[in-house]
């Protein structure tokens, strides 16, 4: 009976046959100690010529890394095995050879690996990050879904700016026409949060960064919630909500990858609701506290968000940024419009901000304003401003970027890791 490794308890004592590729082999003469995987796990076939025959035994012993193998065998209970099984192999079936496979148990440096990407995926490690991107954007469905959200996503050709200008990756559309790959699906989630009262998109979102640093990629997936009749508050309730939620379903449920990638994870467990709560004024003294040459007014960079994080142990929610360093959509403070109605979520261990929103700006005029003050052009945004004539209300929402979170959870050092095939400045293959 065919199985997948990672159901193998199931069939303990039983004869399975499991099909995949030879991860790594070593023999002591008389035994093969196979290391097979087939995308669900990894187990050690034990053979023996006693149990195979003097033919396959000998083609084993010639078999090397990434061979497509379809092994027979017992599935045996044993202690010593990180899976608690292995399999008394008793047949096996040569698929398809593979000879010289790059990546091998030695150390490689980053680069080789990158433009390997595709085979590199195959290793221990990268399968339990992709598994662990794959619950966490499951659990972040889950938290939507059953909370009464409705899925509607965003387009990605977009005639106009999302967050900036400077940004923006144009695409020939056509003979006439240039159109921008989205930045953020939040202009239309606005819209749609209108229609649908709570609402979120999830796609692939994407940023001309020039910078070359370990948490940005020219191609990252966000997703994005938008709420009708909320106020910050609501988005901060929100967002912290999600994010215990996604890390309790890991833990949950990924202890065997967050083992492989050797995760400290009471950290992760430590994460509770409510998070700190701190205003960006509040920030600013902190960082001057701290000695580090920050003045109101400017963007915190990666030292900042790290050194807050780290000053509270735990995730941050950091409200009031100035609204000059922020888009044009957010809603001014009462009393105080140098200062927007802003949450950024600054994730611990120095992963800095996983998440970005806040209350947008409902009043028309302002925003007519507002949009004229960031020089973009109107035509493109009268839809926007209809949002504004029809009906508008307080709302909010917020992006949060899978990649920056999955990182945070694998404790990865680059998000390069986060993602299948990652794009960055100086990459765009494989
Ligand atoms: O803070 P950002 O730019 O916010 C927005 O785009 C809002 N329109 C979202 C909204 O309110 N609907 O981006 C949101 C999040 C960041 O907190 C970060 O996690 C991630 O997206 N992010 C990036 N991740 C990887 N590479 C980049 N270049 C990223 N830029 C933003
Ligand atoms: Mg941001």
């Known amino acids: ?13 039983q004869a399975v046959t499991i099909k995949g590729w030879l991860y790594n082999r070593r023999s002591s003469g008389k035994l093969h100690f196979l290391q097979i995987r087939d995308g669900s796990g990894f187990i050690q076939a034990v053979m023996s010529k006693a149990a195979v025959g003097d033919e396959v035994f000998t083609t084993a012993d010639h078999l090397s890394q990434e061979s497509a193998v379809i092994v027979h065998g017992l599935v045996k209970a044993d202690a010593r095995s990180k899976t608690g099984f292995e399999l008394e192999a008793t047949g096996l079936e040569v698929v398809s050879e593979s000879h010289d496979f790059p990546i091998t148990p030695k150390e490689h440096g980053v680069d080789f690996l990158m433009d390997r990407r595709h085979l590199w995926i195959r290793s221990q490690r990268q399968q339990s990050i992709l598994r662990v991107r794959h619950e966490v954007i499951d659990a972040v469905r889950d938290y939507f879904n059953s909370r009464g959200f409705i899925l509607a996503d965003a387009p990605v050709f977009t005639p106009a700016a999302c967050e900036g200008t400077t940004t923006l990756f144009p695409v020939q559309y056509f003979e006439e026409n240039t159109a921008y790959l989205t930045q953020s699906g939040q202009l239309y989630n606005e819209a749609n949060a209108m229609a649908l009262g709570r609402t979120y998109c999830f796609g692939p979102t994407f940023r001309a960064e020039k910078s070359k640093t370990r948490r940005h990629l020219t191609e990252f997936w966000m997703v994005e919630p938008e709420v009708a009749y909320a106020d910050l508050n609501d988005v901060i309730e929100l967002a912290q909500g999600l994010v215990v939620s996604v890390i309790a379903r890991v833990l949950d449920t990924r202890q065997r990858e967050l083992a492989v990638l050797e995760r400290d994870t009471t950290k992760l467990a430590a994460v509770k609701t409510p998070f700190a709560r701190i205003t960006y004024d509040e920030a600013v003294k902190i960082l001057a506290d701290k000695g580090l040459p920050f003045t109101w007014g400017g963007d915190f960079g990666s030292p900042d968000e790290t050194a807050l994080s780290e000053h509270f142990n735990g995730p941050v929610c950091v409200t009031g940024y100035p609204s000059e360093i922020k888009a044009f959509y957010f809603k001014p403070k009462d009393g105080r419009p140098e200062v927007s109605e802003s949450v950024d979520v600054l994730a611990p261990e120095g992963y800095g901000e996983i998440i970005g929103g806040g209350q947008r700006l409902e009043d028309y005029d302002l925003l007519l304003k507002r949009i ?29 970027g899978i990649e920056r979170v999955v990182s945070w959870i694998c404790g990865l050092e680059h998000l390069r890791e986060a993602i299948p095939y990652p794009r960055m400045l100086y990459r765009l293959t494989p």
């Open 372 to 400: 004229e003050e960031h020089k973009l052009p109107r035509e493109a945004f009268e839809w926007y401003l209809d949002l504004r004539r029809f009906g508008s209300v307080p709302h909010g929402g917020f992006g949060m």
């Open 1 to 13: 009976m065919r199985v997948y490794i990672e159901d193998i308890a199931k069939y303990d004592g």
